[in-house]
């Protein structure tokens, strides 16, 4: 019986058992935040920001972040449509209204045309989302932001390594978000992280993120109520591990994308991640969408992978169509113009893309699917 192959999973040494072991044994009371602060250090160091605060998740990044910079009712707030929910669901938690843009397909994510597209006068702000490792032109994208004076929330939890003109992903915008949930490039089990250069974000963030107390306070004096959003150190510590190897972590990703590609370098109606100029993606996950013409059900298309020992994914289907947005205005809207998150959703899925991935079970995945696609012609 051949190995089943995961859909994701980490990449794990000796290193990050190690950490956590010391952390587990000492990162108590007045070492408590060692880990964290060189964890948090490290990532700022790598990706190019001036402050970096460690968050249980990704999810309460992107929260503090629109509530540090006072997004609320009545506020409109710009998300795409193609994306994990976790992009959209803080703008519900803070009171305002998530405004379903479309996607570009040459990026797979909202570009400068279609954020205008749905800019009124209650627009705030844009989370624009870094898909699957690929990124929007931020230049055009935050000079239109700018233009409107949006607040802009980069949510590159998808995307940690990759680079647009040479710049990190997680440096754009106002501030940004990390995930470090285990299905990531670098994980800590559950984990994120909201990056700025921004000091008064900064500092909105590291009170709201403590229940309203500034830091250092030793008082237990709390200045407004707010949310208990904080990383412990064991996390951190297997974190610090992770992104002292990020380097190799996301080379692993881009081996995994070339492989990928020669397997499918000759089948026609097969589209793999974009690569627009300018950008040097991670490929957090290998995605691949089909032409309309070769009539693939992604829905059997994964049953079949199943039945052959293979992990996938449905690529991410738009928020729009979601039961969860049953009867929004907004859904209603983005249904009828949303013509690339539509065609582009419902048409591919996420190959397996753990880093413990070999060439031989990329091409057992590649000829699966291809006996898939092609086979049932013949
Ligand atoms: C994973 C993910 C998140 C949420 O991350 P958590 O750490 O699980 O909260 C947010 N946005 C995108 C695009 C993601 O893929």
Redesign the pocket.
């Given at each position: 019986m051949t190995e089943r192959i995961p859909v994701a999973g980490p990449w794990i040494t000796d290193l990050e058992v190690e950490y956590a072991a010391d952390a587990a044994r000492n990162g108590w009371y007045s070492s408590a935040s060692d880990y964290l602060t060189r964890f948090e250090a490290a990532v700022a160091a790598y990706v190019g920001t001036d402050f970096a605060v460690a968050v249980?998740?990704?999810?309460?990044?992107?929260h503090l972040g629109l509530a540090a910079a006072d997004i609320g009712p009545g506020d409109e707030v710009v998300v795409p449509d193609l994306?994990?929910i976790?992009?959209a669901a803080p703008v519900t938690y803070v009171g305002a209204t998530p405004v379903f843009a479309d996607v570009d397909p040459e990026t797979w994510c909202i570009g400068a045309e279609s954020l205008q597209a749905v800019v009124t006068s209650r627009t705030r702000a844009c989370i624009p989302?870094?898909?699957y490792g690929s990124m929007p032109d931020m230049d055009l994208l935050l000079a239109t932001a700018e233009r409107y004076e949006l607040f802009v929330l980069e949510?590159a939890?998808?995307a940690i390594g990759s680079k647009f003109r040479g710049r990190q992903a997680g440096s754009f915008g106002h501030a940004s978000?990390l995930?470090?949930?285990g299905?990531?490039t670098v994980v800590t089990g559950?984990?994120?992280m909201l990056l700025t250069s921004d000091e008064h974000i900064h500092g909105r963030v590291m009170r709201l993120r403590d229940h309203g107390r500034s830091p250092g306070d030793r008082l237990f004096v709390n200045e407004e109520v707010a949310f208990k959003y904080r990383m412990s150190p064991v996390q951190a510590a297997i974190g610090l591990a992770q992104i002292t190897r990020v380097a190799e972590l996301v080379e692993r990703k881009r081996l995994l994308f070339r492989w990928y590609t020669e397997e499918f370098v000759d089948t026609p109606g097969v589209t793999l991640n974009p690569q627009p100029e300018g950008l040097e993606p991670s490929f957090?996950m290998t995605t691949c969408i089909f032409d309309a013409e070769l009539g693939v059900s992604t829905e059997d298309l994964i049953r079949f992978l199943d039945g052959a020992g293979i992990d996938s994914r449905p690529f991410f289907r738009p928020l729009s169509s979601l039961p969860a947005y049953d009867g929004d205005p907004q859904a209603i809207l983005a249904r009828r113009r949303n013509i690339n998150a539509y065609r582009i959703g419902i048409s591919g899925i996420n190959l397996p893309s753990a880093g413990s991935l070999t060439r031989d079970q990329v091409h057992r995945v590649a000829e699966a699917v291809k006996h898939f696609i092609y086979g049932r012609h013949r």
């Open positions: 249980p998740h990704c999810t309460a990044a992107l994306t994990w976790a992009s989302v870094d898909l949510d939890a998808e978000a995930s470090f949930h299905s990531k559950e984990g994120g957090w």
